[in-house]
C-alpha cells in the first residue's frame, strides 16, 4: 500500500497561482503513475492531470491545459502540480492518487488516496 500525503492548497485570488505536493510512502515503486483529481461541492470527482511515473510522459483535462504542469520528483516520490491563472471554478478540494493500470483518466482505476487539500480561489 502507499501512503499520500497533499499538501500547499489555499485560498487565493482569482489569476493567481499555487503549487500543491503529493509526497508518497510505502510500496512505491509499485504504480504506474500518479494523478490529480478535485471534486467541489455537489460535484463528482474530476480528473485534472497525470503523470506517468516511468518517462514522465504528462496528460492533462482540457479544463487545465495550459494553466497546470504536473511534474515528479522520483529521488523524494513526490508529485507536483502547478497552478496558474487561477479561476473560481478551479476552487475545490484536490487529491493525489496513484494507478498501476494505464487508464489514468478514470478515478476508478486508482488505489491509492491521499486526505486531500483545499484551493480555494476567490474572485
Known amino acids: 500500500q502507499v501512503q499520500l500525503v497533499e499538501s500547499g492548497g489555499g485560498l487565493v485570488q482569482a489569476g493567481g497561482s499555487l503549487r500543491l505536493s503529493c509526497a508518497a510512502s510505502?510500496?512505491?515503486?509499485?504504480?504506474?503513475?500518479m494523478g490529480w483529481f478535485r471534486q467541489a461541492p455537489g460535484k463528482e470527482r474530476e480528473w485534472v492531470a497525470a503523470i506517468r511515473w516511468a518517462d514522465g510522459s504528462t496528460y492533462y483535462a482540457d479544463s487545465v491545459k495550459g494553466r497546470f504542469a504536473i511534474s515528479r520528483d522520483n529521488a523524494a516520490n513526490t508529485v507536483y502540480l502547478q497552478m496558474n491563472t487561477l479561476e473560481p471554478e478551479d476552487t475545490a478540494v484536490y487529491y493525489c492518487?496513484?494507478?498501476?493500470?494505464?487508464?489514468?483518466?478514470?478515478?476508478?482505476?486508482?488505489?491509492?488516496w491521499g486526505q486531500g487539500t483545499q484551493v480555494t480561489v476567490s474572485s
Open positions: 492518487a496513484t494507478t498501476i493500470t494505464g487508464r489514468v483518466t478514470t478515478p476508478n482505476e486508482y488505489e491509492d
Open positions: 510505502g510500496r512505491t515503486f509499485s504504480w504506474y503513475a
